[in-house]
């Protein structure tokens, strides 16, 4: 496998206060990675930095076969380079059908005009089919996403973002406030979606993890304490000490 991002020595502060700590680690082209760790240890402040919106004081990050430098570029270029982010709270476009907020994410040229005057084609329908049914929505194809529940809304934004084709997914925290069968499903989206793509994902709920079935980073005070397999890690007596054993 080859090294898809690269993070080294990466270091951000906040008020001299140092959320991220000299971070290396790398993820690979189709890889699953899970980043477990304490509420304050950074994991949030990994995913802002590695999509441009927090700029680190020093380190690099690397991205792609090429090795292009992230830091410095703006957000929007990062996630035309390939890198897709879903935040906590999802941002469909509620009074739009589920079929429209997928042809419009389908959507490479956001700018105005294009907008307007996009027509959606044959292979456009079918793309957004197919989306749909990556995400578990084909039912729901005509609802308008206002209706959704809480969990469905969650897999149309994780549609919406795989509309776009990233290389790299970062997802923090997708269980917070799912019922578990909704949380059972969004592993097996991911599960799935990581098998042609590198997805990073952010959680809490030790069971999803499970369900990941991928490789751990625990992160603590903004480093890298342990990483391997989920049974790795939780042996770890640093982990114990700073994450499992409160
Ligand atoms: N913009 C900011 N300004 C000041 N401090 C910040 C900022 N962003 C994050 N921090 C601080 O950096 C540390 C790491 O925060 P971060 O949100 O990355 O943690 P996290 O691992 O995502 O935690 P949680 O599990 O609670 O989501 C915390 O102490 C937080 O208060
Ligand atoms: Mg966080």
């Given at each position: ?88 709270k999802p941002t469909v476009f509620e ?112 069971e999803f993890v499970r369900r990941l079935n991928c490789k751990v ?30």
């Amino acid at each position: 496998m080859t090294t898809l991002l690269e993070v080294s020595g990466v270091t951000v502060s906040f008020d001299g206060f140092r959320a991220i700590n000299n971070l290396s680690f790398r993820i690979s082209d189709a890889e699953l990675r899970a980043v477990i760790g304490p509420n304050g240890a950074g994991k949030t402040t990994f995913m802002d930095i590695v999509t441009g919106k927090t700029r680190p004081d020093a380190g690099h990050i690397l991205w792609g076969d090429k090795g292009l430098s992230l830091i410095g570029m703006s957000e929007a270029r990062i996630a035309q380079a390939g890198i897709g982010r879903k935040f906590q709270k999802p941002t469909v476009f509620e009074e739009q059908t589920v079929q429209e907020n997928l042809m419009m994410a389908l959507r490479k040229d956001r700018r105005p005009l294009a907008v307007l005057f996009f027509k959606p084609s044959r292979s456009d329908f079918t793309r957004v089919d197919d989306l749909a049914e990556q995400i578990g929505l084909q039912e729901a194809l005509l609802r308008v996403s206002g209706e959704l529940s809480h969990g469905q809304k969650q897999w149309l934004e994780i549609g919406m973002l795989l509309a776009q084709e990233p290389q790299l997914l970062l997802v923090d925290e997708p269980a917070a406030g799912m019922t578990p069968a909704e949380r059972e499903k969004t592993t097996a989206i991911l599960v799935e979606a990581a098998k042609t793509r590198a997805v990073v994902v952010v959680e809490h709920d030790m069971e999803f993890v499970r369900r990941l079935n991928c490789k751990v980073t625990v992160l603590h005070e903004g480093s890298v304490l342990a990483e391997g397999s989920l049974d790795h890690v939780t042996k770890n007596q640093d982990v114990i000490d700073v994450y499992l054993g409160r």
